[in-house]
């Protein structure tokens, strides 16, 4: 931490301008960063309130969590509270869950996730007893891809071929080239454990089939910083990065969509807004979706490795079928975090990510924040979101049509396991479907997470965070690396003190 620049509580109005489009996680925090540098920041996001994917849906007296739900590395957060001289504590109550999520399997077995070394072991010789030297040697390879995957890497901007070349022999040494379910497979053989050691890549969008081995890191991580919720849900998070940036001398606006990157001579000169505006910029920040950015907000620019072309041929993540609905009476023994496993592992992701067709079966992720924090629904009620991960676009699906069907069959499951009755219960509903991700947040083909996170498409292969189509602009978020989840967007935005010149030098 002794590297952070001292705290900017105000920012001088002849200080060099950076715009930042979006306001997810990934825009908030460079906006901070830059702010703490000495830039002025305006900050434009399209919708009605910040947060993009971490956007808040309020009705009836709940409060839903419109995206992510997990905190991991909270000190990536801490870090921007110190760069504004204050302390995130004071702002935000950041509460460790334990366990980290249950994993209910199709046969009704359970499998508790925890930071406990010793409570992790008991829960693998109780599912698995012959595995547990396996998962010792697994959770030491995790180790050993974090030291050099999150903290060699994981802000490293990976500008140059050569920023690759550099770590490729470390990478061989950890057998990036191995899928994570390959990886996981070496140590394990009860095919539950292999579920709950290879699962954690679909929470950024990735297949465990076929994502780089690097992303057994996330094992290590959680049991390294845990796993939190932010009291008031994660939108308290958005709404304390706002402060820090309003605290800065700084602005957000909102309702303000950016239709276009202006350029003169290779270089970034600000945006054109959907109303007409035009702001000029000195540097151009995009937490857009970088597919989008590059196939609709550069129509001026010729660009010369990120074409439609290329755009179109590339993979993307699957996206997200999301249920938010709130309960009269409380299910108190549905712990914070549930997986509850259909009865497919590998068929399921081969329908959702390679033959791109919705399956009759799912399995679900269900988020009860009022486990933990009750003030998110009215007394003696209980809010939840469950999350189906279903192919992106691509596959044709009508949901306009299937919604609903899908909607119920998601209810009809869970009133037969976890949430008997549930039907009778519903007293407020709302689904997210992939046109929500296309038309509301952008992303191209609704894919939740950007680029699918595969070998080829991560580090230098990625989408820079300093573009290679237009000089004075930069990414970050799901899309550039190092890649989704909060880490990871955070990340992206500590990428930048790298990148971005100091004001004096603009």
Request: hydrophobic share 40%; net charge neutral; aromatic share 10%.
């Amino acid at each position: 931490m002794s590297d952070l620049p001292p705290a900017v509580t105000g920012v001088r109005r002849s200080a060099p301008h950076a715009v930042v489009i979006g306001s997810g996680f990934g825009g908030l925090a460079a906006a901070v960063r830059l702010g703490a540098r000495g830039y002025r920041v305006t900050v434009l996001e399209r919708l009605d309130a910040p947060g993009g994917r971490a956007y808040v849906h309020r009705q009836d007296g709940f409060t839903f969590d419109a995206g992510p739900t997990i905190v991991t590395a909270p000190f990536l957060f801490e870090e921007l509270w110190q760069l504004c001289g204050r302390r995130m504590a004071d702002d935000v109550d950041l509460r460790p869950l334990s366990p980290f999520y249950r994993i209910r399997f199709d046969d009704g077995e359970s499998f508790d996730c925890s930071g406990d070394p010793d409570a992790m072991r008991r829960e693998v010789a109780r599912l698995a007893p012959d595995d547990v030297a396996g998962y010792e040697r697994f959770m030491q390879a995790s180790e050993a891809t974090f030291r050099v995957g999150f903290e060699q890497l994981g802000h490293v901007p990976f500008d140059s071929w050569i920023d690759m070349a550099k770590v490729l022999p470390a990478m061989l040494k950890l057998q990036s080239y191995r899928s994570l379910y390959s990886l996981v497979s070496s140590h394990v053989r009860d095919e539950r454990l292999r579920f709950v050691l290879s699962f954690h890549p679909l929470f950024v969008g990735g297949n465990p089939f076929t994502v780089t081995s690097i992303y057994g890191l996330i094992a290590h991580l959680e049991r390294q910083w845990g796993v939190h919720f932010a009291m008031g849900g994660t939108g308290s998070l958005v709404s304390g990065l706002v402060t820090l940036i309003e605290g800065q001398g700084n602005r957000v606006r909102c309702d303000a969509e950016v239709v276009e990157i202006t350029a003169h001579n290779g270089r970034a000169t600000g945006v054109r807004l959907r109303n007409g505006d035009t702001i000029a910029a000195d540097v151009v920040v995009s937490n857009a979706d970088a597919a989008y950015t590059y196939k609709h907000l550069l129509p001026s620019t010729r660009r010369k490795r990120w074409t439609d072309r290329r755009l179109d041929d590339a993979r993307y993540s699957m996206s997200l079928f999301v249920w938010y609905f709130g309960t009269r009476g409380c299910y108190d023994a549905v712990p914070h975090h549930t997986i509850l496993l259909g009865p497919r592992y590998r068929a399921l992701l081969h329908d959702i990510f390679e033959r791109q067709v919705l399956a009759d079966d799912f399995s679900l992720y269900l988020h009860r924040p009022t486990a933990t924090d009750p003030s998110l629904a009215p007394p003696g009620c209980d809010a939840f979101y469950v999350l189906s991960p279903v192919p992106h676009l691509d596959s044709g699906t009508d949901w306009s049509i299937e919604a609903e069907r899908y909607r119920q069959a998601i209810e009809d499951r869970l009133s037969a396991t976890l949430l008997p009755g549930l039907g009778e219960r519903i007293v407020t509903s709302r689904v997210t479907t992939p046109i929500d991700f296309r038309d509301r947040l952008l992303s191209l083909k609704g894919a939740a997470f950007g680029l699918e996170p595969v070998l080829t498409q991560s580090a230098w292969f990625r989408p820079h965070n300093r573009s290679e189509e237009l000089e004075r602009l930069y990414l970050v978020g799901a899309g550039t690396h190092p890649g989704a989840g909060l880490p990871g967007v955070l990340s992206s935005a500590r990428v930048l003190d790298r990148l971005v010149p100091d004001p004096s030098h603009v």
